[in-house]
């Protein structure tokens, strides 16, 4: 409309209007006009518009019962005079949108002036996101508003927007938004209003500054994921192919969209939920596997890809580069090692990475990447890096893996022969420890990763780091229960020996083996392991380490109740301990000869040999050795029915053990304090030693439990 004033042919104080172009709404009678002028009106006969925008909610909703209970709550506890505010966040695929709708579906009625909805796109295969004025522009039109009355500035679009709320009970859904900033303008400001944000970002400003509620969403339980895969099938197919479907949901990683669209190619193609699994296994091929094939929405690389593409060039390298750690848990010091830079720049870039849940942080310097996420950035790393800058970023990681377990190693057996490291120059931290505890708690700490680290070093020929790593954490896995991991790293250590084509090394592995077979009763198994490693050491002259294997065969003979032959094996092992001037070879080899001396009814040898390793042990500051020998002198008094000193010595071996956290040896001495008690009358101390130690070998689940187990019964 164009309004113009023209003086009248009667009066020269009189105007009239003279309007040309459309003219919408009324025209206004006015004398003389100066200064800016701006009408609002609102057409008589219409009625206040209701916008019912929500998308329709899924019909395949399950689960998310403490969720949908959180957001009821923060409905019904409103605070007077503010309007609620809710974020809903996580990563990629876990179902955001699709709770923000269910719940909002299902509140409709409390909010009877309407529900406002906006896809914002901040992680889109479009690549850009809705602006806070385009999205403002489409509330203010669904609030009735004609277009073309819409204001241009934003200040004035928030204005009227929050003009037109106030007082309404409006429900406002900020559906996959990028950031805080692209939110804050589209808040409702009426305390009668709520807002839910879903966003891959965990929007901690629209927390600290706007005092939003952050909810964020966790991956669903084994049972939760079975729930949703019979959304798609049906309870009788989950229920009847229960393994299988076990199984898709633990290679989906508990993802919601992972297992929709799994359990959609099995609805669409009737295909065995078995077949599926076999798809899904191989981590190279799993991300093509959860691809429907139609659709951006419903191929789990590209919705990925959209949180990938947000990020700058350093923490996007960051995010690839964890695609080459060997499993899904890295400490801070493990990624500053991977990607090359400093601890507080890695620790900056990781905050970006868990800020988008592209990363989570287990503690301050822990971090866990999803299984899918993990596989999505090995793509990308092959894709983006370099052959020589992936393989430059492996033998930082494999060099501090193996540095950091050889000094965890040093602390908690101070003694032990060594083997030759490789070079770390790439390795600018490692961890320290003051003690015993801090060494143990490390290790156990990094337990998965260490293992892990084992076969990626084998599978991408670091086979001198793969043999070196599983000899160092052999005393580790050997103190707190872990024998069968000793076992299986052993072996996948032997594939690497070999491809070196190094004896030595061969044979170091093979004694290893052959302790953790005899720990798990494996006797037969661990004799030829041990056997083939001696004659490896006799040939190439390693006279130390041949003393060590012989220690082992012998305990191996000694849990067969073969003590002579264990006798004969130490003996030799002694004179080769003393002319290396080894001194805590010749500790253990005394040891092992006194607990001999005693089994064969030698017991006043027993005492003195026991006696003279307990010496050395206390001279080396070798808790372990210590507790062995007075566990042997506590059996030694026991069979001189002397059972008071045999519980006394069990009791300060008992105390050692516990003091490292060497939970094997615990429960063993644990059995014997039971049988001194049993022999001296006190029948409730007896019980009570034998179910403690029951309970840890059930723990650790050794076959000494079954006998322990019988003894209980009787």
Not at 277 to 304: G, M
Not at 444 to 463: C, K, P, Q, S
Not at 539 to 557: D, H, K, W
Request: with cysteine; net charge negative.
């Amino acid at each position: 409309m164009i309004a113009q004033t023209s003086p009248s042919a009667e009066s020269e104080d009189e105007s009239t209007n003279v309007l040309s172009g459309t003219v919408h709404g009324p025209a206004i009678q006015a004398g003389t006009i100066s200064g800016d002028v701006q009408i609002h009106w609102q057409e008589a006969a219409s009625a206040p518009v209701v916008p019912r925008q929500l998308p329709p909610a899924t019909s395949r909703f399950t689960a998310r019962k403490a969720e949908l209970a959180a957001l009821s709550r923060a409905l019904s506890e409103r605070k007077p005079g503010l309007s609620a505010i809710y974020t809903i966040t996580g990563m990629a695929g876990i179902g955001k949108t699709t709770l923000a709708l269910h719940w909002a579906h299902s509140v409709a009625d409390r909010f009877p002036h309407g529900q406002l909805y906006v896809n914002l796109r901040g992680f889109d295969p479009s690549g850009t996101p809705v602006t806070p004025s385009q999205a403002l522009r489409g509330f203010i039109a669904a609030l009735g508003v004609r277009p073309d009355n819409i204001p241009f500035e934003i200040a004035d679009q928030i204005s009227l927007y929050r003009s037109l709320l106030d007082g309404r009970q409006v429900l406002v859904v900020l559906d996959n938004a990028l950031n805080t900033d692209q939110i804050r303008h589209l808040l409702p400001g009426s305390p009668t209003c709520m807002a839910i944000a879903t966003s891959r970002n965990k929007l901690g400003a629209l927390v600290a500054n706007d005092g939003a509620t952050p909810l964020a969403m966790k991956l669903l339980e084994q049972g939760e994921g079975a729930e949703l895969l019979a959304c798609y099938l049906s309870s009788e197919r989950v229920e009847h192919e229960r393994s299988a479907a076990a199984t898709l949901v633990e290679l989906c990683g508990m993802l919601p969209l992972a297992l929709s669209i799994v359990g959609a190619r099995a609805a669409i193609y009737n295909w065995p939920l078995e077949s599926l699994t076999d798809d899904l296994r191989s981590e190279r091929d799993r991300l093509y596997a959860l691809d429907l094939h139609d659709s951006e929405t419903t191929n789990i690389a590209s919705v990925f890809s959209w949180s990938y593409r947000n990020l700058a060039p350093e923490p996007a390298r960051i995010f690839r580069l964890l695609g080459l750690a060997p499993g899904p848990e890295i400490s801070l010091a493990g990624v500053s090692t991977l990607a090359g830079t400093p601890l507080p720049v890695t620790r900056r870039l990781l905050d970006v990475l868990v800020e988008a849940n592209l990363v989570s942080e287990l503690t301050r310097d822990r971090y866990r990447v999803h299984d899918l996420l993990r596989t999505f950035a090995a793509d990308q790393v092959e894709r983006d890096e370099s052959v020589q800058s992936r393989q430059e970023a492996m033998r930082r990681l494999h060099d501090f893996l193996l540095l950091a377990a050889d000094t965890a190693d040093r602390v908690i057996s101070p003694n032990r022969a060594r083997i030759e490291l490789l070079p770390a120059a790439g390795v600018s931290s490692k961890p320290k420890f003051s003690t015993y505890g801090e060494a143990v708690g490390w290790l156990e700490t990094e337990h998965t990763a260490l293992v892990e680290g084992i076969y990626h070093a084998l599978r991408n020929g670091f086979d001198s780091h793969a043999w070196r790593l599983a000899w160092t954490l052999g005393v580790y896995f050997d103190r707190r229960g872990h024998a069968f991991d000793r076992l299986r790293t052993g072996e996948a250590a032997l594939q690497a020996t070999s491809r070196l084509g190094d004896r030595e090394a061969e044979a170091l592995i093979r004694t290893s083996i052959g302790y953790a077979h005899a720990r798990i009763g494996h006797f037969a198994e661990a004799e030829e392991q041990l056997l083939q490693a001696l004659e490896a050491l006799r040939r190439i002259g390693s006279e130390v380490y041949e003393g060590n294997a012989l220690i082992a065969l012998a305990i191996v003979y000694e849990e067969q109740d073969r003590y002579g032959e264990a006798k004969g094996h130490l003996e030799r092992a002694i004179r080769l301990h003393e002319r290396h001037h080894d001194r805590a070879g010749q500790a253990h080899t005394l040891e092992n000869l006194g607990w001999c001396h005693a089994h064969l009814g030698e017991f006043q040898a027993a005492l003195r040999t026991c006696e003279a390793a307990l010496a050395l042990f206390r001279e080396l500051n070798d808790q372990d050795g210590q507790a062995d020998t007075l566990d042997s002198l506590g059996y030694t008094y026991a069979q001189l029915a002397q059972h008071e000193q045999a519980l006394g010595h069990y009791e300060s071996a008992l105390a050692l053990w516990r003091d490292m956290g060497n939970r094997y040896d615990e429960a063993d001495v644990l059995t014997r304090i039971g049988d001194s008690h049993a022999a001296l009358g006190a029948q409730e101390g007896a019980h009570e030693a034998w179910q403690q130690a029951l309970f840890i070998f059930d723990e650790l689940a050794q076959p000494d439990a079954e006998l322990l187990r019988a003894r209980l019964a009787r």
